[in-house]
């Protein structure tokens, strides 16, 4: 009898506990679930080039990092991750800063993005990247494929191993659509190099990066 009565109580606390929650919160916590459970929609290679796609906080700094891999192509900022449609910096609502990474798979494999990915980050920063705060600053990678996802999933494993304690933050997502950003947001970081954001969050980031994977940077790479 009072097993049962132990029972009962700790299920009400825990609908009381999400009760209680913002709605916006409980919200978010639904999305993040229905995301999950999307089918990937993949993009067929064009020329021999393959797109990626990942958030990790503002697009101006993960932008000028990928650009600086050796295969990459071009990397642009947009939005993903959300529901909403046509997404704009003003209102990208339940969007995260993004970017479409395209590459030459027989330079550099996806393996080796998500690589750059997860080592140009601090990946147990939840919500945001440095002083870069909010939803939609929060940490996604997505896949279009399982075999995709097999390799985030191991090597997210590898890192919350020698994290010990601490977890990966970023979310793992099937990726459904990118929306590309506003003209002035691309090769932000190139084109207004004196920006105090620039000068004191995007070049030490990307000179952090590069410091940890030289073998990785293009041989022009700035900064």
């Not at 459970?37 to 958030?55: K, M, N, S, V």
């Not at 003209?183 to 620039?198: C, F, T, V, W």
Request: charged share 25%.
């Amino acid at each position: 009898m009072k097993r049962s009565i132990l029972i009962t109580s700790v299920l009400l606390l825990f609908v009381l506990q999400a009760s209680c929650k913002p709605s916006n919160e409980r919200n978010k916590e639904a999305e993040a679930i229905a995301q999950k459970e999307l089918t990937p929609i993949e993009i067929e290679p064009q020329d021999g080039l393959e797109r990626a796609y990942f958030a990790s906080g503002c697009f101006w700094c993960v932008e000028a990092v990928y650009e600086s891999v050796k295969g990459v192509k071009e990397a642009i900022s947009g939005y993903s991750g959300g529901m909403t449609k046509n997404p704009t910096y003003r209102n990208h609502a339940d969007h995260a800063e993004a970017v479409e990474v395209i590459y030459d798979p027989k330079t550099v494999s996806f393996s080796q993005l998500v690589d750059v990915y997860f080592g140009s980050q601090n990946v147990t920063q939840v919500n945001g990247q440095g002083p870069d705060r909010g939803s939609s600053y929060r940490s996604i990678i997505f896949y279009q494929n399982d075999a995709q996802k097999k390799i985030i999933d191991t090597k997210i494993a590898e890192i919350n191993k020698q994290l010990g304690g601490d977890k990966v933050a970023a979310q793992v997502l099937p990726f459904q659509k990118f929306w590309e950003a506003e003209a002035y947001h691309q090769n932000y970081e190139k084109l207004n190099p004196n920006d105090s954001y620039i000068q004191n969050v995007s070049i030490p980031r990307l000179k952090r990066f590069q410091e940890k994977f030289p073998e990785l940077l293009k041989e022009n790479s700035d900064h």
